[in-house]
Nanobody, 116 residues
C-alpha cells in the first residue's frame, strides 16, 4: 500500500501562486508514475499534470499549460505542483495520484481557492 499526503493548498488571489506537495510512503516511490488531478464543486475529477517515474516525460492539461509545473524528487518521495498565474477557475480540490499498473493510489486532497 502506498500512502499519499497532499499539502500546500489555501486561499490565494487571482494572479498569485501556490506550490502543492504530495509526500509518499509505504512503497518505492520511484516505481510510480505520479499525477495531479482536481475536482471543482459539481464537476467531475479532471487531469491536471503527470510525470513519469524518472521525471523525463511530463504532460499537462491544456488549461494549465504554461502556468503549472509538475516535478518530483525521488530522494524525498515527493511530487510537486507549482501553480502560477492562478485563476478563479483553478479553484478545486487537488488530488495526488500514483500509478503502477494495476495499482492506483490517491491522496485525500488539498483545497485550492482562487479569489477574483
Amino acid at each position: 500500500q502506498l500512502q499519499l499526503v497532499e499539502s500546500g493548498g489555501g486561499l490565494v488571489q487571482a494572479g498569485g501562486s501556490l506550490r502543492l506537495s504530495c509526500a509518499a510512503s509505504g512503497r518505492t516511490f520511484s516505481r510510480y508514475t505520479m499525477g495531479w488531478f482536481r475536482q471543482a464543486p459539481g464537476k467531475e475529477r479532471e487531469f491536471v499534470a503527470v510525470i513519469s517515474r524518472d521525471g523525463g516525460s511530463i504532460d499537462y492539461a491544456d488549461s494549465v499549460k504554461g502556468r503549472f509545473t509538475i516535478s518530483r524528487d525521488n530522494a524525498k518521495n515527493t511530487v510537486y505542483l507549482q501553480m502560477n498565474s492562478l485563476k478563479p477557475e483553478d479553484t478545486a480540490v487537488y488530488y495526488c495520484n500514483a500509478r503502477q499498473n494495476p495499482y492506483d493510489y490517491w491522496g485525500q486532497g488539498t483545497q485550492v481557492t482562487v479569489s477574483s
